[in-house]
């Protein structure tokens, strides 16, 4: 579903509150790559929780 790095990003920005632009510095990518990354792995996360909804 996703990688160690997906999980992270996501959860540094949207639930620690890091901007990405912040991670993008320490990661050494451009912020758009990084925004594009985190949209890609938020859908297949939600992908994945629609196909085993509870």
Known sequence: M?????AELIAR?????E???ACAA?????TRQ???KRAQAEQRLANALRQHAF
Do not use: A, K
Not at 2 to 6: A, P
Not at 13 to 17: C, H, P, V, W
Not at 26 to 30: A, H, K, L, R
């Open 2 to 6: 996703l990688d160690e790095s997906e």
């Open 13 to 17: 920005t949207r639930l620690d509150g």
């Open 19 to 21: 901007s990405i632009p």
């Open 26 to 30: 320490q990661s050494g990518m451009s």
């Open 34 to 36: 990084l925004y594009r």
